[in-house]
Every structure is written in C-alpha cells, then in structure tokens.
C-alpha cells in the first residue's frame, strides 16, 4: 500500500509559467512533509519542508502548501525555469521525539520547462 | 565541505553473488540511512544507523544488511543476489538524531544483477 502517492508521472510547462506538483498521504501519523529534486546520475536534494503545524511554507521561487484535512500538498515553483527541469520527489514522516526519521517517498514525478 | 560519497558508483553482479556497497556521509553527520530506487517501487527507505546502530529498518528480507562504524560511514550488504535487486543504492546523512534534520543524499551506487 502506497502511503505517498503523486499520481502525475509528468508534467510540462512553459518557462516564466507557474508549475505545480501534487501530492497525496495515506498515513495520518505524517507530521513532516519535503521535496526533493533529482537529476539523472544524482542523489535527491533537498528542496523545501512544511511541518503539519503550519499549511505554507516559502523559499524563493519554491512554495509549499498543505492540507491536513485533505491529506494533500503541492509545490509551486513560480517562475519555471529550463534548469528546474528533474524529477521532483515528494516525502513524509513521522518525526520522533529524540530520533531520526525515514521517509516515505512517492515514485515522482518528471517537470520538463520548456524554453 | 565534501558531499555524501558513495562507492562504488557502478556495479555488476549475477545472481547468487554478495555484494558490499559504501557510504561516506558529511563530516560531522552521525546519521547514515539507505534507500533503495528502482522503477516500479521509487524510493524505498532500508535502514538508518546512528552511532553504530541501527535504529530503523524498512520492510526488505533479512538478505539486506548495514552496519556503521565509529567514523560514521556505513556499509550495505546484500548477500544472495537476485535479479530485482537492480537498483539504485541511495545514502543520506544528517547531522543529528533529532527532529526535521533534512537528510543529503549521495549519487548512489548503480547496481546491476545479471
């Protein structure tokens, strides 16, 4: 059972144009969400996080949403740019008290920007 | 400051063989996870060790190991081989054991099983 889901494989979008990348949790222990940022040939990085006490979280370009009640969030990344072009990762966990974590990935999903 | 390193960065086994595959985390990180990539699966957490322990463990068969040692770096091992362990072999580090640490992730080690 998949706990993490984005269901768009893809995505394509003009650059200078808003792009948005979803994502779905099954699991309602989730407390702490991130997106990670992969190009071929490389580890994820970390892009942005949001804790479940908060529904919006900004860095630059990079805004993240949540929505507790609907087990929802999304990335905004405003203005696409050719070089955001990856494979965006959503995560999630459950942080303890005095302890590490390990994320539940969702299988991703490829944002081309077109020039 | 130097990245999370992974060795090697590629690997071809057959079936049946063991392998060992190592991570370097962040100096000053004490915290070393393994994930595994594939296509159909995406990223799957393995275990996560924090001053030579393990302290979590994803659902894969006991054929997968770690261990950690007093510098930080780890190993994985995978002993029997099989065809759907194919995969990319990913590490993150983080600095402490504590809450919202973000974890960086190495390049992975290819690994192909013939």
């Known amino acids: 059972d998949q706990q993490v889901k984005q269901n768009s494989p893809s995505l394509s979008v003009q650059e200078g144009r808003i792009s948005i990348l979803n994502c779905d949790y099954t699991?309602?222990?989730?407390?702490?969400f991130l997106w990670y940022k992969k190009y071929p040939a490389e580890g994820p990085t970390f892009l942005i996080s949001?804790?479940?006490?908060?529904d919006k979280n900004e860095d630059g370009r990079f805004t993240v949403f949540l929505n507790k009640s609907a087990k929802h969030l999304s990335l905004h990344i405003v203005p696409s740019q050719p070089g955001d072009s990856a494979v965006y990762f959503c995560?999630?966990?459950?942080?303890?008290?005095?302890?590490?974590?390990?994320?539940?990935f969702g299988k991703g999903t490829l944002l081309t920007v077109n020039p | 400051k130097a990245g999370v390193t992974q060795t090697p960065r590629y690997l071809i086994k057959t079936r049946g063989q063991q392998v060992t595959l190592s991570c370097s985390p962040i100096?000053?990180?004490?915290?070393v996870s393994w994930y595994q990539q594939t296509p159909g699966q995406g990223l799957q957490f393995l275990f996560e060790?924090?001053?030579?322990?393990?302290?979590n463990k994803g659902n894969f068969p006991g054929r997968f190991s770690g261990r950690q040692f007093s510098n930080s770096r780890s190993e994985m091992n995978v002993s029997t081989l099989e065809l759907g362990d194919s995969a990319l072999y990913l590490c993150?580090?983080?600095?402490?054991?504590?809450?919202?640490?973000?974890?960086?992730f190495g390049p992975g080690t290819r690994l192909t099983v013939l």
């Open positions: 993150a580090s983080s600095l402490v054991a504590g809450d919202r640490d973000e974890q960086f």
């Open positions: 699991n309602s222990m989730f407390d702490y």
């Open positions: 949001i804790s479940s006490i908060k």
């Open positions: 995560a999630a966990t459950r942080v303890l008290s005095g302890s590490n974590y390990k994320l539940t």
């Open positions: 100096s000053g990180h004490r915290s």
């Open positions: 060790y924090f001053s030579e322990t393990q302290r």
